[in-house]
């Protein structure tokens, strides 16, 4: 038989055996989790990275657009300013026509007032930016 000593010993490397063999399956099994983690909160991070990316050229886009709005704005309302006043100045001309044709040329007396030439004349003279007709830059 095994003395009582012996055995006490066997039954206490073996216990501590088995705890061993349990604390490296669980480390190993912790080793994968925490790889497991820290692959997903990479991926994460990239993903935030490129969130963060897209939301700045949005905002870049929404910037340029603004812009555009603008120019076309001011544009629109340079033709439509611009368009009133050649209707006023044309209006003028068909009045001076008909009044000059009815009138004997010995009487040209009471001519119609003159619309704001000048005033053509600066619109006219107005350079537009066809910022709003390009393509928009990055």
């Keep these: 038989m095994i003395p009582d000593w012996l055995q006490t ?15 490296a399956l669980i480390g190993k099994q912790g080793k994968k989790e925490e790889g497991k983690t820290a692959t997903q909160q990479s991926l994460i991070d990239d993903l ?15 910037r340029n ?15 439509h300013r611009l368009r009133l006043r050649l209707h006023t100045f044309l209006d003028y001309l068909q009045r001076v026509t008909v009044w000059r044709a009815a009138q004997p040329p010995e009487h040209l007396a009471g001519v119609p007032d003159l619309p704001d030439v000048e005033d053509l004349a600066e619109i006219l003279a107005y350079e537009p930016t066809y910022r709003a007709r390009d393509e928009p830059q990055p």
């Design 65 to 79: 657009v603004e812009a555009l709005r603008s120019d076309l704005h001011s544009e629109q309302t340079h033709s």
């Design 9 to 23: 010993l066997l039954a206490g490397g073996g216990l501590v055996a088995i705890t061993s063999v349990l604390v």
């Design 48 to 62: 935030a990275e490129r969130v963060d990316k897209q939301d700045a050229k949005i905002e870049g886009l929404t």
